[in-house]
């Protein structure tokens, strides 16, 4: 089994949509989460980390369900510029030496 | 700010030719990182370092990989004999120390081995 999963998509959304990415992680130890977004031919960069009581970045929110190994990402108002690949990722530790698990990720096209 | 340097960004070789790709973390930075990216096996761990020590090495997919960081500002990924299915991008990634501490990523390598 994956330590990370993700479904590939693609979502394709219009202008102002509102739109929700999930994703399932194997590991229970896990103890840190983060969601990264990639540009076409570009790196990966973080978007967000993803806390235990939910957070939200602007449009952005995130949220985690430690009992089912569940995180979500939800895109509120989508721009043009939000289409990407984002990407979800565990850490089991959360110790510097920790290593990143990152899901598929998920393709976003937001279309006018 | 330098961000994480890789190079060369776009490497075309053929079958069996030695390839070597190379990476400059940010300065500070105590953990290093490789990656391969492709479209069938999305984005794999393939070693990571620690203080110029390797810590991780099972994600190297054979003996034709190696990698070294002699010191804490240079690392290189090195395919020998290289083959048409390690076609990919390879990324380079470092974090500072600290706990849940961003990893960045440089730009990447596109490599095509014919």
């Known amino acids: 089994r994956k330590e990370v999963e993700q479904d590939p998509g693609p979502f394709n959304v219009p202008e102002g949509a509102t739109v929700a990415f999930n994703c399932t992680y194997s590991?229970?130890?896990?103890?840190?989460f983060f969601w990264y977004r990639q540009d076409c031919r570009k790196e990966p960069k973080l978007l967000m980390s993803?806390?235990?009581s939910g957070n939200e970045d602007g449009r952005f929110t995130a949220q985690l369900n430690r009992a089912s190994q569940y995180i979500s990402l939800l895109i509120r108002d989508s721009k043009l510029s939000d289409s990407a690949t984002y990407l979800c990722?565990?850490?089991?530790?959360?110790?510097?030496?920790?290593?990143?698990?990152f899901g598929r990720g998920t393709q976003l096209t937001v279309w006018p | 700010d330098a961000g994480v340097i890789q190079s060369p960004r776009h490497e075309v070789t053929e079958m069996g030719q030695e390839v070597t790709l190379r990476c400059k973390p940010i300065s500070g930075h105590n953990s290093l990182f490789w990656y391969r990216q492709t479209m069938m096996r999305g984005l794999e761990l393939l070693i990571y370092?620690?203080?110029?020590?390797?810590?991780?090495d099972s994600g190297m997919p054979e003996d034709r990989f190696s990698a070294k960081m002699p010191n804490a500002s240079f690392s290189t990924l090195k395919i020998q004999p290289s083959e048409p299915r390690d076609s990919a991008v390879y990324f380079c990634?470092?974090?500072?120390?600290?706990?849940?501490?961003?990893?960045?990523f440089g730009p990447g390598t596109r490599l095509t081995v014919l």
């Open positions: 370092f620690n203080n110029n020590v390797p810590i991780d």
């Open positions: 590991n229970s130890a896990s103890q840190s």
């Open positions: 990634a470092s974090r500072g120390q600290g706990k849940d501490n961003e990893q960045f």
């Open positions: 993803v806390y235990s």
């Open positions: 990722v565990v850490n089991h530790r959360g110790s510097t030496l920790g290593r990143l698990y």
